[in-house]
């Protein structure tokens, strides 16, 4: 990124608190939980004439003249939604780090905002999510995150049927001004303008004035927004939480690199980065970021092996579930949840406050760079659909390693039919320790083991303490 800023002064290391915390949870929630069908850009893909939600939406609501997303509003009632209940779910999954997305791309602004009329507190729930959200979390020491996905409403409701409510000028503050439809294109020719810059950089600071949020994410198209405001948005928050141990995450190269934490949505990296860095991936199994019809949801063994790969490479893993409308979470989310965090209670000494060993990753299984690219997110615009980017499957032959001040942690995925496994990363050279002891987490034996020049040989145990991967702690 040139420019004639200096963003010097906002380049800074990602705290210690995010480099030990590796998991943290966000929720997508607003009123396109109300129609919940194929994703959460159902309110723009609502206002494009041919696609399977604009068809579905005029079969069951009506023309999009007579019922446009505003009136889905009063539907959107979240009386269910009790915060202590989403922080102990929080609790419940290991996370350490969480939060609402603050602001979707569809201008329904979570929180008790003065900037944007169209919230919370004034539609819907009638209710400060955000708000409420961080009293509940801060109780439980978990750490708030704030979500701003709001650069993509530049051109999000522009719809190619002329009759929508969008063109209604009476309807502006709901949809912004009409512009040209090619503006609701990732990267459009005609940019924001002061108006539409400005009004951003409010939202980013008001939630950043009512609650010093400990991490702000943004979501991709950031780049969109002129480098002034982003410039001023970067300032406002660094220097009003001056003296806290605070970050951005951002995507792509919509920020300069150095002054925040880098973000590849539903990604991963073949090998370990000298840089702290973000995933962000989805609980769902469908390919939505919210609640839909029939819902689907991943395994908890996958998101517990991808967990394992991210933390093993520098990263952390920030993992979306999205309630119902009414603000209560799905019984297959929760139980997953709850599983990945039963693993985690045993196994959290090996993922929680460690470091990248030397190497990060053995074994058979190859993991390539991906990420959600501009060529994904271009299809998706055009499509109204995204793409899935599939988990890998593991084996027990695969590690992971990781490493604190008193001792090395190898996970393996899976547990050998005879029980024997052999680590070639730890294996007897000139340049290695001596292994002195091995330990299963979960259990209160000490193994046995051999260190050869092949490699490390341990035996597990008759049983395995827990399911889906298994840590051994190695002392030299």
């Known amino acids: 990124m040139s420019s004639n800023l200096n963003w010097k002064p906002y380049e800074r290391q990602a705290p210690e608190w995010f480099r030990d915390a590796k998991f943290g949870l966000f929720f997508h929630w607003g009123p396109y939980c109300v129609p919940a069908y194929e994703n959460e850009w159902y309110s723009r893909n609502m206002y494009s004439k041919g696609l399977a939600q604009n068809i579905h939406h005029e079969k069951t609501y009506g023309s999009l003249h007579d019922f446009g997303y505003k009136d889905f509003y009063p539907m959107f009632t979240g ?3 009790d915060p202590e209940e989403w922080a102990d779910l929080v609790v419940a999954s290991g996370a350490k780090y969480a939060g609402p997305v603050t602001e979707h791309a569809d201008n329904f602004s979570m929180w008790d905002s003065k900037v944007n009329p169209v919230n919370s507190v004034n539609y819907g729930p009638k209710r400060d999510i955000t708000g409420e959200c ?11 995150l704030s979500t701003f996905h709001h650069q993509w409403f530049w051109g999000w409701f522009m719809s190619s049927d002329t009759d929508a409510d969008v063109y209604d000028p009476a309807n502006a503050q709901y949809y912004w001004d009409a512009l040209p439809l090619e503006t609701n294109r990732y990267h459009p020719y005609r940019l924001p303008d002061d108006k539409f810059n400005q009004m951003w950089l409010d939202k ?8 010093q949020p400990d991490l702000i994410y943004f ?56 840089f702290p860095w973000q995933t962000d991936d989805r609980l769902e199994d469908n390919i939505t970021w919210c609640i839909v019809q029939n819902p689907k949801y991943k395994s908890a063994c996958s998101i517990i092996h991808q967990l ?12 979306n579930v999205g309630p119902d409308a009414d603000g209560s979470f799905h019984p297959d989310a929760v139980a997953v949840l709850h599983e990945i965090g039963s693993w985690l209670k045993i196994n959290g000494e090996a993922i929680y406050n460690t470091r990248p060993f030397s190497a990060a990753a053995e074994g058979p299984t190859v993991v390539s760079d991906d990420n959600y690219n501009i060529e994904k997110i271009n299809s998706q615009v ?6 899935d980017i599939k988990n890998h499957t593991f084996t027990w032959e695969d590690f992971r390693f990781t490493q604190n001040q008193t001792a090395v942690y190898a996970i393996t995925f899976g547990w050998p039919p005879d029980r024997k496994l052999c680590i070639k990363t730890l294996k007897k050279c000139s340049s290695s320790k001596t292994v002195a002891q091995v330990q299963l987490l979960g259990t209160n034996c000490c193994l046995d083991f051999y260190q050869s020049a092949d490699c490390l040989e341990v035996t597990l145990p008759e049983q395995p303490p827990c399911d889906h991967a298994y840590s051994l702690k190695i002392m030299f």
């Open 204 to 211: 980013v600071n008001e939630v950043v004035d009512q609650y």
């Open 219 to 274: 979501d991709s198209r950031s780049f969109i927004i002129d480098e002034t405001y982003r410039y001023k948005m970067v300032s406002h928050y660094y220097e009003t939480c001056s003296g806290k141990d605070i970050a951005i995450s951002y995507k792509q190269k919509d920020f300069p690199a150095g002054i925040g934490i880098y973000d590849i949505e539903c990604g991963r990296f073949s090998h370990a980065k000298d």
């Open 134 to 144: 961080i009293q509940a979390f801060r109780k439980r020491g978990i750490k708030i």
């Open 79 to 81: 009386e269910k939604f």
């Open 308 to 319: 394992c790969d991210v933390t093993a490479k520098n990263g952390n893993l920030l993992l």
């Open 382 to 387: 055009e499509e109204g659909l995204a793409s």
